[in-house]
């Protein structure tokens, strides 16, 4: 079931960034259209087209690394799962009770992953 699951969560993910993709290229076209409609006028706005362009390049780039950084954290966590066990110390009496919060992913999918048994089981099995 979890292989099943992480095999779903890949392909949404290659989803969402053919997604990515697409917007990419229809913000360059929708440039190129801007671009050419203000080619026409007079230099200033060239000018200010430029500047814009800049700010918009490196916006963009400063966003897609971030999107790429945060890429590779999911990647590396949805191919390597690891549990966290209690680590227990040498000494009781200075033992203190934590609880320990991890961060959990959600994804919306447009799909129901499993069936009511299935939800029935993995239900019953995180109870244990």
């Given at each position: ?48 087209m ?17 999107i790429?950084?945060k ?40 799909e ?17």
């Amino acid at each position: 079931i979890r292989e099943y699951k992480r095999q779903s969560l890949m392909k949404n993910f290659e989803e969402y960034e053919t997604i990515i993709e697409e917007n990419e290229y229809l913000y360059q076209e929708e440039l190129l259209k801007f671009e050419y409609e203000l080619s026409r006028d007079i230099e200033p706005v060239n000018n200010l087209m430029n500047s814009l362009y800049y700010y918009l390049n490196h916006r963009t780039d400063r966003l897609i690394r971030n999107i790429r950084y945060k890429e590779a954290i999911f990647r590396i966590k949805l191919n390597h799962p690891h549990s966290h066990g209690s680590s227990s110390s040498s000494s009781s009496s200075l033992k203190i009770n934590s609880v320990s919060v991890y961060p959990e992913a959600i994804i919306k999918t447009s799909e129901n992953l499993f069936t009511d048994e299935e939800i029935k089981f993995l239900s019953y099995a995180g109870n244990i």
